[in-house]
Structures are given as structure tokens and as C-alpha cells.
């Protein structure tokens, strides 16, 4: 079982749309992460989030931690064919123990 | 800076065999991680070493799969007899010892077992 689970699991949706995905757990973390993971690579850190309430911005996507640090949110505006791929959070403990969740894969149509 | 290298990149095996993967981490990263990734799910954690003790294996199936890290840099996993549920991609990590790591993850290892 894992601690994070993600929804939806699966998004396609077409080019323009916005869309968000969530991570939900029942346990606090000090800190969440999102990465992004393409085919035939391992995933890359997007960004972390570290206060609960924190919000950031990275261009389109903006990620927000939940005020009991326990959840996490991933909005993308304007969607466009390269934001494809899997998408996944990680809750951090203890500085170096990262529970991944269950993964959300996105396909932006053209 | 070099990332995070694995080999082999695919590997096909019958069933019983045995198999053995590699992974050389960034230099100076303290903390390795080997993770098992099914098809289109997130990553599950099967071992972590602090240099070269170990932190965690308590989701490592320990009857086929062990794992070293041998002077506290590279680090083979191997499985050992391999079964079909074994297919999957094999992920390695390494991170630095400071608050809100970052992960850097090699390009996985991708084992098919017939």
C-alpha cells in the first residue's frame, strides 16, 4: 500500500484545457515534491513544497501543499502537448525517507 | 556534472534465472535509493543506504533480492530466482544529506522476465 494516492490516475485532454491533480494522504510530511517522469527516463523534480498553505508557481503549473501538510494540489493552465507524461508526488519524512504516490498520467492531445 | 548512470538499460530473462543491475550515483551523493516502478504507477521504494549501511529495506522481498553498496558509492541489486512479477523498471537515486532533497534519478533499467 502506498501512502499517497493521486487522482485521477489517468487524463487525456486536448491542448488549451487546464486540468489539476491531486495527493491525498492521511499522514503529515515536512515537505511534498512533484516530479515529472517521461518514457525510458526516471522522474525529474518539478518543485517543492515545504509550508503548509505554500503555494508556488512554475510558468504554467502552480502546486500547493495543504494547511495540515498532508495533501497536495498540481493545476496546469493552458495545457500543451509537451506537459505529457506521468505525473508524481513524493511526501518527504525524516529529510530523506520519499513516499511516491500512485502517479497520475497525463496526454495532451494536439 | 554526470547524472545518475544504470546498466543494463533492458534485460530479458527467463523465469528462475538470475540477474543483476547496476548504479553508479552523482559523486558526493551520501544517500542511494533502488526503486521498483510498475508500468504507469509511482515508484515503490525496495531499499535505502546512508553511505554503505543500510536505512531501509523493509519492502525488499528478501528471499530473492539483496542488494550492496560496497564503499559507500555504486550499488548493484540483484534477484535471484527472478519471477514473472518481477518485470518491471528498476530505478536507482542518489541525493545529497540536506533538507528537502532532491532525488536525481538514472534512466532505470527496464527487466522483462518470461
Known amino acids: 500500500t502506498q501512502l499517497l494516492e493521486q487522482s485521477p490516475q489517468f487524463l487525456s485532454i486536448q491542448e488549451g484545457e487546464n486540468l489539476t491533480v491531486y495527493c491525498n494522504s492521511s499522514?503529515?510530511?515536512?515537505?511534498l515534491q512533484w516530479y515529472r517522469q517521461e518514457p525510458g527516463e526516471g522522474p525529474v523534480l518539478l518543485v517543492t513544497?515545504?509550508?503548509?498553505?505554500e503555494v508556488k508557481k512554475l510558468k504554467r503549473l502552480t502546486f500547493q501543499f495543504g494547511d495540515a501538510r498532508k495533501d497536495s494540489s498540481l493545476h496546469i493552465t493552458a495545457a500543451q502537448p509537451g506537459d505529457t507524461g506521468l505525473y508524481l508526488c513524493?511526501?518527504?519524512?525524516?529529510?530523506?525517507?520519499?513516499?511516491f504516490g500512485t502517479g497520475t498520467s497525463l496526454t495532451v492531445i494536439p | 556534472e554526470a547524472g545518475v548512470a544504470q546498466s543494463p538499460r533492458y534485460k530479458i530473462i527467463e523465469k528462475r534465472q538470475s540477474v543483476a543491475f547496476w548504479c553508479n550515483p552523482i559523486?558526493?551523493?551520501?544517500?542511494l535509493y533502488w526503486y521498483q516502478q510498475i508500468l504507469g504507477q509511482g515508484p515503490k521504494l525496495l531499499i535505502q543506504?546512508?553511505?554503505?549501511?543500510?536505512?531501509?529495506d523493509s519492502q525488499l522481498p528478501k528471499d530473492r533480492f539483496s542488494a550492496e553498496r560496497l564503499k559507500g558509492v555504486d550499488s548493484t541489486l540483484k534477484i535471484q530466482p527472478a519471477k514473472l512479477e518481477d518485470s518491471a523498471v528498476y530505478l536507482c537515486?542518489?541525493?545529497?544529506?540536506?533538507?528537502?532533497?532532491?532525488?536525481?534519478f538514472g534512466p532505470g533499467t527496464r527487466l522483462t522476465v518470461l
Open positions: 499522514s503529515v510530511f515536512s515537505s
Open positions: 513544497v515545504v509550508t503548509g498553505g
Open positions: 559523486s558526493g551523493h551520501a544517500t
Open positions: 513524493a511526501g518527504v519524512k525524516n529529510g530523506n525517507q520519499f513516499y
Open positions: 543506504f546512508q553511505n554503505n549501511g543500510v536505512v531501509d
Open positions: 537515486a542518489s541525493s545529497l544529506n540536506s533538507p528537502y532533497n532532491e532525488q536525481f
